[in-house]
């Protein structure tokens, strides 16, 4: 398909003068899609938007992509080459489940449409497509992405609900404290840095530095004992030596 072509099916009433947002602020998109006019028609209007926009036009290597970096969304098209849609899709939803994958093709049929839901879609958009409708689907989850990230903290196989206050580790829950619970939420957010003891007595606690207190060490002990299960291991909470603990791997 030309760029004229693309141009006249999907028009878009913004394409021109819109400022491209910073790259390193932006949304992260990968397009996977083997059309070069609609590839070229998505990338002008999607970084019109302030979206930063990568793309593949072979199955095989946009989903290599899609696992090994970090996008924020993947727009999909069934029909590819190297590797069919619905097997990349199926690929990234055992893989990167929290990843959102909106299907763009021109498979239309209902029986299509089910099976990229089943296989684990967000949303499903037949070509030819608005522009501006993909990117209001697009926002939609991003909205809805940030909407759960707020209200559920997630790392090395925990899980903390804010509203109902109940944690996970894979499968089985976990009974805490309320002090345990505001603990594992601090470390949480902090997933992957070093905190002091004092800057976790601070946050947890309230409590300016008191060398005196070893509260914190204590309730670390509390968090490992009954984060510690037997399919998960030990708690991934880490001691360094001098400093303070960290939760999961260095950044």
């Keep these: 398909m030309t760029n004229t072509r693309a141009a006249r099916l999907y028009a878009h009433p913004k394409m021109a003068g819109a400022v491209i947002a910073d790259r390193g602020m932006a949304t992260s998109i990968l397009v996977i899609e083997d059309e070069p006019g609609i590839v070229d028609f998505l990338r002008r209007g999607l970084a019109a938007e ?3 926009v990568e793309t593949e036009g072979d199955g095989e290597r946009g989903e290599r992509r899609a696992l090994r970096e970090g996008f ?3 727009v999909l098209d ?3 080459p190297g590797r069919d849609g619905l097997e990349v899709l199926e690929s990234l939803q ?6 959102p994958v909106i299907v763009l093709t021109a498979r239309g049929e209902l029986e299509d449409r089910l099976a990229g839901l089943e296989a684990g879609a967000v949303d499903y958009l037949i ?5 501006a409708e993909l990117i209001a689907r697009i926002r939609a989850q991003l909205r809805a992405q940030a909407r759960a990230s707020t209200t559920t903290l997630r790392a ?14 894979g499968e089985k829950e976990i009974p805490l404290s309320a ?7 601090h470390l949480l957010r902090h997933r992957g840095e070093v905190l002091t003891r004092e800057q976790i007595l601070s946050a947890v606690w309230g409590y ?3 060398p005196a207190t070893n509260v914190v060490d204590v309730y670390i002990g509390y968090l490992r004992r009954k984060l510690s299960t037997r399919e998960g291991g030990p708690a991934p909470i880490f001691t360094v030596r001098s400093v303070g603990y960290r939760l999961g791997h260095a950044r």
């Excluded at 055992?94 to 990843?99: D, G, S, V």
């Excluded at 070509?127 to 522009?131: A, D, E, N, R, T």
């Design 208 to 210: 300016s530095h008191d």
């Design 50 to 52: 302030g979206f930063h």
């Design 94 to 99: 055992r893989a990167k489940p929290a990843l």
């Design 179 to 185: 002090t345990e619970f505001e603990l594992l939420a």
């Design 156 to 169: 090395e196989g925990i899980e903390l609900n804010l509203l109902t206050r109940r944690a996970r580790r």
């Design 127 to 131: 070509k030819p497509f608005s522009l």
């Design 78 to 80: 069934l029909m590819l």
């Design 72 to 74: 924020d969304m993947v």
